[in-house]
């Protein structure tokens, strides 16, 4: 039995909490490879909604196992949160939530030393979230972090003191910084005591037994593929490897193990924060895409930039990601269009590609675009791709024949119910 993968194709936002709660019907177990509380999982069904930044995707299907892996950082005050709003909701989660051993923890100084380095920056700010994620994942490559299994260790208080007073010596090279230190302090000591009753297990073994086994599991990424530490618009990127490569090292699994990879992309173009865009709308129109899509950031609410689609930016990801199979969403989003554009090619030093250069961050590019005729109306109770309007139909059959990969998916809004199965293969059987 292989793992199945679903992530994002541009720079996050891609809609994967809904795709991952409709598709994890069809799994029995749905594991996060990598990220942390710097995601936001956002899924409508029932007339609620609900965002998720630790905690799989899957967890409100009854009886799917959920595991957040060894890839992905945890700071155990918003697990808690997010726990306390599953309780509310009336949620079976302690015998289905896993917590694999090996996953780093993102202490309260993480947090600190996260505001006060991109305060320092001043306007060559990277657009962190804040989350502490960044000075985690380099307390990991440093081989100094502590880990979900070390709450359990009898020197625990001694190794958290020796590396909380390892960054206090750190924020002496930055400027002051406003943190309530001993009361995030408290909060985070108190959220222990949750993650001491969640089930630990050692998350590598686990899912290869469970491989071994016959079930069938769903890898859940984080951020999109275009913040990867190491394809991604660097430095505007993320701290681990977002894509299809970062489940191996993310769930403990070898290559061969990786089976269908369902690449999501929105049917226009979104970023939040700082970064190179190249399709960026700074207009009246990018605006509008804004508005008409509710473009705020799940985990900050800050504004998204929008633009239109980028297709050399997707071939791209859709290379390095080993995509099978394509999942758009927010097609609803362009109901009012006129007329809608694509970036097919660029313009750098009088050249055209459709290649990504080195670095994009500095690099004069501009797209070369292709109209596509709007189609003007509502998509509200379609439930099939035939029953799309021509010009839709047209607009996504243009970006599955440029992309080379087939649709199988198309997302007409965010509610659970709002999404058109283009092809069967997407449901494990």
């Known amino acids: 039995m292989a793992i199945d993968v679903i992530l994002g194709l541009q720079w996050g936002d891609e809609g994967k909490g809904k795709i991952v709660d409709y598709l994890a019907a069809s799994y029995d177990m749905v594991a996060r490879f990598q990220g942390g509380p710097n995601a936001g999982h956002t899924l409508k069904f029932d007339g609620k909604k609900f965002v998720l930044h630790t905690v799989p995707s ?49 202490l309260p100084t993480h947090r600190y030393l996260d505001a006060a380095s991109e305060s320092a920056k001043g306007k060559a700010k990277i657009g962190s979230t804040l989350k502490g994620i960044g000075p985690t994942y380099m307390d990991k490559t440093g081989r100094n972090g502590l880990r979900v299994g070390d709450i359990s260790r009898n020197n625990f208080k001694e190794r958290y003191q020796a590396l909380k007073e390892k960054h206090l010596s750190l924020l002496e090279i930055y400027p002051p910084t406003s943190f309530a230190l001993e009361e995030e302090e408290q ?25 071994r086994a016959g079930k069938r599991i769903l890898a859940e990424g984080a951020q999109g593929s275009m913040l990867d530490i190491d394809f991604g618009t660097f430095p505007f990127v993320t701290s681990s490897n977002t894509i299809t490569a970062g489940v191996c090292i993310g769930l403990g699994v070898s290559p061969d193990k990786i089976g269908e990879v369902i690449g999501i992309s929105k049917a226009y173009c979104t970023r939040v924060g700082s970064g190179p865009f190249p399709t960026e709308l700074e207009n ?51 109901n009012a269009f006129e007329e809608i554009e694509v970036g097919t090619a660029y313009e750098i030093d009088g050249q055209t590609t459709q290649e990504l250069p080195y670095d994009i961050c500095d ?29 839709a139909r047209d607009y996504l059959l243009a970006m599955e024949k440029e992309l080379g990969v087939p649709i199988s998916m198309v997302s007409t809004g965010p509610e659970r119910n709002k999404l058109i199965v283009k092809a069967r293969r997407v449901v494990v059987e």
């Not at 930039?305 to 859709?318: M, S």
Request: with cysteine.
């Open 363 to 391: 690099q004069p590019i501009q797209p070369v675009y292709k109209a596509h005729t709007g189609w003007q109306q509502s998509l509200e109770g379609i439930t099939t791709f035939e029953e799309l309007p021509q010009a």
């Open 58 to 106: 899957g967890i409100f299907r009854p009886g799917l196992l959920n595991l957040i892996g060894n890839g992905v950082v945890i700071d155990p005050i918003t697990l808690s949160a997010e726990i306390e709003e599953l309780e509310k909701a009336g949620v079976d989660y302690k015998d289905r939530l896993l917590l694999a051993k090996k996953a780093h923890l993102i």
């Open 187 to 211: 909060k985070w000591m108190d959220s222990l005591e949750l993650l001491r009753q969640l089930k630990q297990v050692d998350g590598e073994y686990y899912i290869n037994h469970a491989l």
């Open 284 to 334: 009246a129109v990018g605006e509008r895409l804004r508005t008409e899509g509710g473009e705020f950031g799940a985990t900050t609410g800050r504004p998204r930039r929008c633009g239109w689609l980028d297709l050399p930016q997707l071939k791209y990801t859709i290379m390095l990601n080993g995509v099978t199979q394509l999942a758009i969403t927010k097609i609803d989003v362009l």
